[in-house]
C-alpha cells in the first residue's frame, strides 16, 4: 500500500529523472577516463616497439643482417627486454633470428598489427601481441612486439570498476530515493490520515509530530495550529449562535405569549393597539440585531477600501460628541472634546462615526451617572490616536479581551440596554481601518484607544 | 400634491409584497401601476408621468439600477426611492449614485415607506423660495438660522437648528428617525442606540416647554411629526 503510493509519488518520479540524468552524466565521465586511459597506455607500447625498432634498424643499417641477428639474440637473453617480441624472417618466410616459432599468420609485412602468439619462455600459451612489421631493404622481414597481455588486463579492470562504481551508485541512489519518498509519503500519508478523521468526526484530530523539528513537523505545527484557530472560531461561532438563539427567543418568546394571550381575549380596539404597538417595537429590535450582525460581518470580510477617503478624525468625534451632548446631558454626565485641532486618518467616515458612537454611548451608558467622559483625538508618534476615558467601575482586566465578542455581556451590564455587539462593531472597523485596539485602566473607569497606524493620513 | 402627481409605480417582482404595497397605497390615496419586473416597469415609465417611482434592487430581469440609468438616460426625472434586501452601506451609497433618489431597507415599515413617498413627491414639486418657514407661532429663519415661538428666540446648537429645519420642511409630515440621522447627519445607518430620541427630546424641550401647544409629535415606532393644532 505504502509501497504502491511510494513508487506512484511525484517526488520518486523526480528521484528517478535525477538519478538518470546524474547515471549518464557518470557514465559518460567514466567512458572518457576509461578511454584517455587506454590510448595512453596504449601509446606508451607503442612508443616502445617504435624505439627498439628504430634500434633494431640502425644496426642493420650499420652492420648488416649478422648485426641483427647478433642484437636480436642479446635482446631475448636480456631479462629487462622480457617482455618484447622479435622475429627476423628472410624472403623466403625463414626464422633467421627471434622468439617466435614462425612469421605470425595474417600479419601484414609492414606496420601495425596485433596478434595471439606463445612466447616462450614467457607464456606457454598465446598471448596478446602488439608489434610493427618491417620489410628491410634486403627483402627480410623484420617484427618487433610487446606482449601486451597485462595491459590489456589493465583496461579491462578500469572498465569492470568503471561499470561497478556507476552500477553501485545507481542502485545506491535508487535506494536513497525509495528512502527518502517513502518517507515523504509517508509523512503526507499521515497529514491525509489526519484530514479524513477530521472531515469524519470533527476537529479535534491533530497531526502527530515526529519531534525532528524538520520542514515536515513545522507543516504539522501550521497546519495543527491552523486547526486550533478553525476550532476556536467554531467555538466562538457556537457561542455566537447560542447567543444570538438566547437573545432572539426572549422577545420573540415575549412576542408569542403577548399574541396567544390576545387571540384567546376578546378584541379590545385599544389594548389591541397597544399590543401591536408593542409588538412591532419588539420586531423592530430583532430585525435591528439581524442588521448588525450582519453589518459587523459585511465589515469584517471586506477587503476593498473603495469609500476610504482622508478624513478628519477630530471632526468626526466632534459629531459624535455634538450627537451624544443629549444624552450625555441626560445623565448629568460631562462630555468633551480635546486633543489637536486636525488629525488626519484615511477611512471611511460612516464606519468611523459608527465605532466612535459605540465606543461614546458605551461610555455614557456604563461610566459614571454624574461623571465625566472625555475624547480626545492627538497626532501621536506612530499615527492618529483617538482615545475616550471614562470615570466608571471600567472593565477588570481579565475582560479585556472577551468585551469584543460577538453578544458578550459583562455580568455588570446584564440588564443595561444593548445587544453586545457593538464593541465586535468597533473591532472589526478598527481592523478594516488596520488600527490597534488598547483598553486600560483611567483608575477610576476606562480608557479605550483606537490607534491609527502610520502610514495613515496623508 | 395635485391629483396627477398622486400616481405611484411600484416596481416589485414578489407577488404578495407587490400586493401589500398596491393596498396600503391606494388606501393612503394614492393611484398606483404595478410592474412585477424590469422590462414593465421601463415600459410604464416610457408611458406615464408620475410622482415617485419605488424600485426593488433585484428584479428577475435586469437589476433595478441598470433600470433607473436606463429610464435617467430616456430623460425620465421622476425621483426614485429604491428598496433592497441588500441593506450594506456599499449598495446604498451605489444606489444613490447610480440616480436613486432615497433607499429603504427591507423590511421596512409602511409608515416609514409613505413617509419617504410624500418627502420625494414633495421634492418633484416646485419648492417655494422661502426664507422663514412658519409652523403656529414657530418661526425657522432660514437666513439667520434662528428659530422663535411668539417673538421669543429659542437657543439652539447648530445641529438642533438643522433638525429644527427638517423637521418643519415637512410640517404636518411624519419623518423617520433614519431620515434624520440621514439628513441632518448624514449618516447611511441606524446606530443601534436611541440616541436619534434622546436628541429629538432636548430639542423638543426647548421649543415646546411651557408653551401654550406642543409642535413635535412623537409617532410611535416611526419617528416623529412637527405640526401645529387645529
Known amino acids: ?458 | 400634491m395635485t391629483g396627477a402627481h398622486r400616481r405611484i409605480l411600484v416596481v416589485e417582482d414578489d407577488p404578495e409584497t407587490a400586493g401589500q404595497l398596491v393596498d396600503q397605497l391606494t388606501t393612503s390615496g394614492y393611484d398606483v401601476d404595478l410592474a412585477a419586473n424590469g422590462r414593465e416597469a421601463l415600459n410604464h415609465g416610457a408611458a406615464r408621468d408620475y410622482a415617485v417611482i419605488t424600485i426593488d434592487r433585484m428584479l428577475p430581469d435586469i437589476d433595478g439600477i441598470a433600470v433607473m440609468r436606463q429610464m435617467r438616460d430616456d430623460g425620465i426625472v421622476v425621483p426614485f426611492l429604491i428598496i433592497s434586501a441588500l441593506g450594506e452601506v456599499d449598495d446604498r451609497v451605489r444606489g444613490l449614485r447610480a440616480g436613486g433618489d432615497d433607499y429603504l431597507v427591507k423590511p421596512f415599515s409602511f409608515v416609514e415607506l409613505l413617509a419617504r413617498l410624500e418627502a420625494l413627491g414633495r421634492r418633484s414639486e416646485t419648492v417655494a423660495k422661502e426664507t422663514i418657514l412658519r409652523v403656529g407661532d414657530l418661526a425657522v429663519d432660514l437666513i439667520s438660522r434662528t428659530a422663535s415661538r411668539g417673538g421669543r428666540k429659542i437657543p439652539l446648537l447648530p445641529k438642533e437648528f438643522q433638525l429644527l429645519e427638517y423637521l418643519a420642511r415637512n410640517e404636518g409630515r411624519v419623518v423617520s428617525r433614519a431620515m434624520l440621522l440621514q439628513h441632518v447627519w448624514d449618516l447611511h445607518f441606524d446606530p443601534s442606540t436611541n440616541i436619534i430620541d434622546v436628541y429629538v427630546g432636548r430639542v423638543r424641550r426647548k421649543v415646546d416647554d411651557q408653551q401654550a401647544y406642543p409642535l413635535i409629535h412623537t409617532i410611535r415606532g416611526i419617528g416623529y411629526c412637527l405640526r401645529a393644532p387645529g
Open chain 1, 1 to 458: 500500500m505504502l509501497l504502491a503510493k511510494t513508487l506512484g509519488s511525484s517526488t520518486f518520479r523526480l528521484a528517478l529523472i535525477a538519478i538518470g540524468t546524474f547515471g549518464l552524466i557518470v557514465s559518460v565521465i567514466f567512458a572518457y577516463v576509461y578511454w584517455s586511459t587506454v590510448s595512453y597506455v596504449r601509446s606508451r607500447s607503442d612508443h616502445a616497439i617504435m624505439t627498439e625498432q628504430a634500434n633494431l634498424h640502425d644496426a642493420y643499417a650499420r652492420s648488416g643482417r649478422d648485426a641483427l641477428v647478433a642484437l636480436i639474440g642479446q635482446r631475448i637473453a636480456d631479462k629487462s627486454f622480457a617482455d618484447h617480441v622479435y622475429v627476423l624472417v628472410d624472403s623466403a618466410s625463414a626464422v633467421l633470428a627471434g622468439n617466435l616459432a614462425q612469421w605470425p599468420a595474417g600479419t601484414a609485412d609492414q606496420g601495425w598489427s596485433e596478434f595471439r602468439a606463445a612466447v616462450p619462455p614467457r607464456s606457454a600459451a598465446d598471448a596478446l601481441v602488439r608489434g610493427r612489421a618491417e620489410t628491410l631493404p634486403n627483402g627480410d622481414r623484420l617484427l618487433v612486439g610487446l606482449d601486451i597481455g597485462d595491459l590489456d588486463g589493465f583496461t579491462t579492470q578500469i572498465r569492470a570498476a568503471g561499470i561497478a562504481v556507476v552500477v553501485l551508485i545507481l542502485v545506491l541512489a535508487a535506494v536513497a530515493s525509495i528512502g527518502v519518498t517513502r518517507r515523504t509519503v509517508g509523512r503526507i500519508e499521515s497529514i491525509n490520515a489526519t484530514s479524513r478523521a477530521i472531515m469524519l468526526s470533527g476537529l479535534d484530530q491533530r497531526i502527530p509530530l515526529h519531534g525532528s523539528h524538520d520542514e515536515w513537523d513545522r507543516v504539522a505545527e501550521n497546519l495543527n495550529q491552523m486547526l486550533d484557530r478553525i476550532q476556536t472560531l467554531m467555538g466562538e461561532v457556537k457561542q455566537a449562535s447560542d447567543n444570538i438563539a438566547h437573545d432572539l427567543r426572549t422577545p420573540l418568546t415575549r412576542m408569542r405569549g403577548r399574541l396567544e394571550k390576545a387571540y384567546h381575549c376578546p378584541r379590545n380596539g385599544e389594548s389591541d393597539a397597544a399590543l401591536i404597538g408593542d409588538t412591532i417595537a419588539d420586531l423592530d429590535t430583532v430585525l435591528a440585531m439581524f442588521a448588525s450582525i450582519t453589518r459587523i460581518s459585511e465589515i469584517e470580510t471586506r477587503a476593498r477600501k473603495d469609500a476610504f477617503r482622508t478624513v478628519n478624525l477630530v471632526e468626526i468625534a466632534g459629531e459624535v460628541v455634538e450627537l451624544y451632548d443629549a444624552a450625555a446631558e441626560r445623565d448629568t454626565t460631562r462630555l468633551d472634546l480635546t486633543g489637536d485641532p486636525e488629525v488626519p486618518v484615511t477611512g471611511d467616515r460612516d464606519l468611523l462615526f459608527d465605532a466612535i458612537a459605540n465606543v461614546v454611548d458605551n461610555a455614557i451608558k456604563h461610566g459614571r451617572a454624574g461623571g465625566k467622559v472625555t475624547v480626545t483625538c492627538r497626532n501621536g508618534e506612530g499615527g492618529a490616536v483617538i482615545s475616550v476615558a471614562d470615570d466608571g467601575p471600567g472593565i477588570a482586566a481579565d475582560q479585556h479581551d472577551h468585551v469584543f465578542k460577538r453578544f458578550y455581556r459583562l455580568e455588570q451590564s446584564r440588564y443595561t440596554p444593548g445587544n453586545g455587539l457593538g464593541l465586535s462593531l468597533v473591532a472589526a472597523v478598527a481592523s478594516l481601518h488596520g488600527a490597534r485596539i488598547e483598553l486600560q485602566d483611567n483608575a477610576p473607569g476606562l480608557l479605550f484607544r483606537l490607534c491609527f497606524p502610520a502610514s495613515t493620513g496623508s
